[in-house]
């Protein structure tokens, strides 16, 4: 998605600052958006569970700021890990570090941010899940990491009305990206990982035919991220933008 939103975002006028785990990453961004005559693009490559890192970040971001005599218009919380596994064999690292990615991450770059939205009257856009509302077997770390950042940005959203900050939800469905589609790689690369007692319950016939079962309709079944992205540019674009956007077809069967 961050590829995608970066460009839509430079088309639409915006100055983007988009944070990359990798230096290929940002390469593969800058190469994706290098036709687009519209917005400006600036990268930065790290890790942002690392305070220091998004030390840095934040003065990355201040220096355009200054330079460019903008406001801060919103932050896009977008980056998620999946790693799924039954909760008997699950490691309890396992959920440690998906809500170090997917929710704590989320709650220092908004508490980095938030005195310059509030500044701008900015919006903060989460993106959460279907699976935040609705947890399915296998998938309790993200969800329970997706949950947590709905309820947070719910009390978010009240607290920042007086202060004319929008904080808006994505919620989106299955879609056709590397954390959907690759669901059941990393399904069974933690089984295999398991200890040999705990993954014994369900057994190596069952899981492989579960993943082989389940793969085939992930693929079947999962929409064009772009809807997402769509989404997104609503939240980022539209003067009074929903609290909540839920793209994919997915969404009513859940």
């Known amino acids: 998605l961050g590829p995608r939103l970066s460009l839509a975002a430079m ?9 990359c785990l990798t230096a290929h990453g940002a ?10 005559s519209t917005g400006a693009l600036i990268t930065f490559v790290g890790n942002l569970t ?31 890990i999946n790693s799924p596994g039954m909760i008997i064999w699950a490691q309890p690292s396992t959920f440690a570090h998906t809500m170090a990615v997917n929710f704590h991450m989320t709650v220092a770059l908004t508490y980095a941010f938030l005195p310059r939205l509030v500044e701008a ?8 899940s279907v699976c935040g509302i609705v ?18 940005s719910d009390a978010l959203r009240i607290e920042m009305l007086p202060w004319g900050v929008n904080v808006v939800v994505v919620q989106p469905a299955l879609m056709r990206t590397p954390v959907g589609l690759r669901f059941f790689d990393r ?3 933690n089984y295999r990982a398991a200890e040999v007692q705990r993954r014994s319950l369900y ?18 079944e999962a929409a064009d991220p772009q809807q997402t992205v769509d989404a997104l540019m609503l939240a980022l674009v539209e003067p009074r933008p929903s609290a909540r956007y839920r793209p994919g077809q997915l969404v009513e069967e859940l």
């Open 50 to 80: 690392e305070p220091a890192t998004v030390g840095r970040l934040v003065e990355t971001v201040e220096e355009v700021l200054v330079s460019t005599n903008y406001k801060l218009h919103a932050l896009v919380n977008n980056a998620a």
């Open 27 to 36: 390469a593969a961004l800058k190469k994706h958006t290098r036709w687009t």
């Open 11 to 19: 088309q639409a006028g915006f100055y983007v600052v988009s944070c």
């Open 121 to 128: 009257r900015g919006r903060v856009v989460n993106v959460t």
């Open 203 to 220: 057994g190596d016939a069952w899981t492989f035919l579960h993943a082989r079962n389940g793969a085939e309709r992930l693929a079947a």
């Open 187 to 189: 399904y069974l690369f």
């Open 135 to 152: 947890a399915l077997p296998a998938n309790a770390a993200y969800s329970a990491a997706k949950a947590a950042v709905e309820a947070y």
